[in-house]
């Protein structure tokens, strides 16, 4: 029974490595051609680009951040170990995905009266659906920039 339970526990491990390794490109192809940061990601969406950015683990997953606005990456509640060490402090990566987006950033109008809640407090209702996009990396894979 012992050895059941040892045999089990290695299979578990080897398993769960796996599956955290699987976005990390070791060989990156060289046709997927860098950009700058951009100011705007609604400008490249739905479209497959590259950049590189900072990994940073944050409360609605991992992200990258780099020279202008942050973006999500689609799926990955957090950067493998290793990849984030804190405050801002993270790998460099080249990162490769689908640009999407979503609106569904925690907002709302706050209410006199009431007791604060969690989220990002907006002005006036028509500010809320702007206020709540963010843009996210699908089908993303990375590879760490060695300095």
Not at 39 to 45: A, E, G, R, T, V
Not at 61 to 89: N, V
Not at 105 to 120: D, S, T, Y
Request: hydrophobic share 40%; aromatic share 8%.
């Amino acid at each position: 029974m012992k050895i059941f339970f040892l045999t089990m526990l290695i299979i578990l491990i080897m398993t769960s490595g796996n599956c955290s390794d699987k976005k990390i490109n070791l060989n990156p192809s060289k046709s997927n051609q860098l950009i700058s940061w951009p100011l705007d990601w609604s400008l490249y969406l739905n479209k497959k680009v590259t950049i590189k950015g900072t990994a940073v683990d944050s409360k609605l997953g991992a992200l990258l951040l780099g020279q202008g606005s942050e973006i999500w990456i689609d799926g990955l509640d957090a950067w493998p170990a290793g990849f984030y060490l804190g405050g801002r402090q993270g790998k460099l990566l080249q990162v490769t995905g689908i640009v999407i987006e979503r609106n569904d950033l925690p907002v709302f109008v706050p209410k006199e009266g009431e007791q604060p809640k969690a989220g990002i407090p907006v002005n006036k209702e028509s500010d809320l659906t702007q206020t709540s996009k963010r843009f996210l990396r699908k089908d993303a894979n990375w590879e760490i920039i060695k300095n």
